[in-house]
């Protein structure tokens, strides 16, 4: 079992390790150290079959009241509309202050059990229990949570972080490979920003099924995402960066109706964004052979099928926009990375460099 304390406006531990689900009721008491009676397990129609049984039974066991909120799996179903159902059914089952809520799931199920967390009645604990890499090595720490809405991608949400997370490797085991390269996106890019030898690791790497690769990969870019979290929480300067291939990225997303999925698309944007990069000289050293090798090796599909303008519309929309500029995340070296800001109406040019 590891354990890592991240320490921002709540502190809380993230524990890596298998078999944590049937650990989880003693676990959960242990990190809500008080009068907490009833939780609400949220889960997605996937995962509740899988993993919702033990970890109901743990939590009976630690003398909790569990009630249980599913919900259809899938991007489109990050939605106020699910917030909305998932609100009205903790007011229902007359869940108080001091009761908590357990995202038991992927990127979705955190960031929606995370919002409804920081909304109902002015905010009620959280707790993620990942089971996918990307939820793992990713979403689930850090308190950024939040639903789609029509014009794109994340723009309702809050910052609101957990007060546990545990990542119970064994959940990984269930996980179909594509679903796993999500994952794989996201460690890439925590290497691409800050950490050059994460990068070789996964190049070198055998199989991403393998635990020690997984937990590894999990590890290392939680203490990314810790070091620049507990710099900036708030995401008004260096947790930007984290957004590398994001900005295009969720362009992606919604260009496909969400047929691309997030880790995907961030892998196509962060080789856009790179190709870019070197094109237009702003590289330091050669970032595009490095991270074209890694997600090539990993057979992430990188042909984009849509338009720098459609991109750019699409993009223009996303939040990261501030007035009449856009910040970038630019791929310097690999392991290093600046913020840029451009005009808006320089997006396109910026994207038609990057494509292929
Ligand atoms: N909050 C953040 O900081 C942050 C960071 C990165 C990504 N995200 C968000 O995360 C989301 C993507 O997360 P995701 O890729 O985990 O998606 P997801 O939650 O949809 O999970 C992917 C699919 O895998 C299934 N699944 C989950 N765990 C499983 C398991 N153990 N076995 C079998 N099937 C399983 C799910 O039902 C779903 O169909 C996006 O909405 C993205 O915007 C948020
Ligand atoms: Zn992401």
Known sequence: MKKITINASRKYDVITGPGLISQAGQLIRTALSDNAKTVCIVSDDNVSPLYRAPLKKSLTEAGFKVVSFIFPHGEPNKSLSTVSHLMEFLAGKQLTRSDALIALGGGITGDLTGFAAASYLRGVRFIQIPTTLLAAVDSSVGGKTGVNLKAGKNLA??????????????????????????????????????????????????????????????????????????ADERDTGARQLLNLGHTIGHAIE?????????????????????????????????????????????????DCPYSAAQLAEAALKDKKRTGDTITLVIPVAPGDCRLTQIPVEKLETFIQKGLA
């Not at 950490?195 to 996964?202: A, E, K, Q, S």
């Not at 962060?270 to 090539?296: G, H, Q, T």
């Open 157 to 230: 949400g809050a910052f609101w972080q957990p007060s546990l997370v545990l990542f119970d490797t064994d959940t990984i085991k269930t996980l179909p490979y594509s679903i796993l390269l999500d994952g794989a996106a996201e460690a890439i890019k925590a290497g691409m920003i800050a950490d050059r030898n994460l990068l070789d690791y996964i190049m070198q790497a055998d199989s991403l099924t393998d635990p020690e690769v997984f937990t590894t990969l999990s590890d290392r870019a939680i203490r990314i995402k810790q070091a620049v979290v507990e």
């Open 254 to 302: 919604k260009c496909s109706n969400f047929e691309i999925t997030h880790g995907h698309a961030v892998a196509m944007g962060m080789a856009i964004i790179a190709r870019a990069a070197k094109n237009l000289n702003w590289s330091r050293e050669d970032c595009l052979s490095p991270l074209l090798a890694v997600l090539n090796k990993y057979k992430f599909p990188l």
